[in-house]
């Protein structure tokens, strides 16, 4: 069965540090999202992707996130300058279509402490 | 007023009983509905999408009644494996995005 993936599992970094968190939606997915849990809390979006463009963001995806799809395969969440409240599990999911109806099928996570 | 709430459980159930839970989600414009489970530290994965008519997965009931704006689950015959947190997730109409809202999610124990 198709699965997304995401590496690091586990990312520690030092706060004002760059990050790149990598994932690799399911291949005939065209669709491509970020969410982050911060530990004890709920699912949070954070941004929806689509041919090369962002097509949704959330508050918390501010200046200093940036998301890029560098090759065919490869989805990428980067971080510039971390902060402490940085510091979640982050998902990154994939589906088919963007219709509402189309479900989303997420990756284990990049586990990020910002210390 | 949240947008998506749930009872945070935990709802401990012994093992072959029924569970049954609700979710309430405030947007009326809500489009497409799901219930995902999450065990601890892992990612949400897919239970089921819920219908208008309502619908049945195995062991597994979901019903969405959209005049009061609640969604319910029910788990038929609970096994050990079974134990886990259950999120309400909700997307909205919306020509672009396809941003999903989660609930705090409701956390099952079942015991033997």
């Known amino acids: 069965e198709p699965e997304v993936t995401q590496t690091p599992s586990h990312q520690v970094t030092q706060m004002g540090q760059e990050v790149i968190l990598r994932c690799v939606p399911i291949?005939?997915?065209?669709?491509f999202y970020w969410y982050r849990q911060i530990l004890g809390q709920k699912v949070e979006f954070l941004v929806s992707?689509?041919?090369?463009?962002?097509?949704?963001k959330s508050e918390i995806f501010d200046d200093q996130f940036s998301v890029e799809r560098p090759d065919g395969s490869n989805f990428t969440l980067k971080i510039r300058s971390t902060k402490l409240e940085d510091s979640a599990m982050y998902f990154c999911?994939?589906?088919?279509?963007?219709?509402?109806?189309?479900?989303?099928?997420f990756g284990p996570g990049t586990r990020l402490t910002v210390l | 007023r949240k947008e998506v709430e749930q009872d945070p459980g935990p709802f401990n159930v012994p093992e072959g009983a029924t569970v049954a839970f609700n979710c309430t989600y405030s947007?009326?414009?809500?489009?497409?509905f799901f219930w995902y489970r999450q065990d601890c530290r892992k990612e949400p994965k897919l239970l089921m999408s819920?219908?208008?008519s309502g619908n049945e997965d195995g062991r597994f009931t979901a019903q969405l009644n959209r005049a009061s704006q609640y969604i319910s689950l029910l788990i038929r015959d609970s096994k050990l494996s079974d134990s886990a947190t259950y999120l309400c997730?909700?997307?909205?109409?919306?020509?672009?995005?396809?941003?999903?809202?989660f609930g705090g999610g409701t956390r099952v124990l079942v015991k033997p």
């Open positions: 999911a994939s589906s088919v279509s963007g219709t509402s109806g189309s479900p989303q099928y």
């Open positions: 291949s005939n997915h065209l669709y």
């Open positions: 992707f689509y041919n090369n463009e962002i097509s949704e």
């Open positions: 947007n009326s414009a809500s489009q497409s």
């Open positions: 819920v219908y208008s």
């Open positions: 997730v909700v997307t909205s109409i919306k020509a672009a995005g396809n941003k999903l809202t």
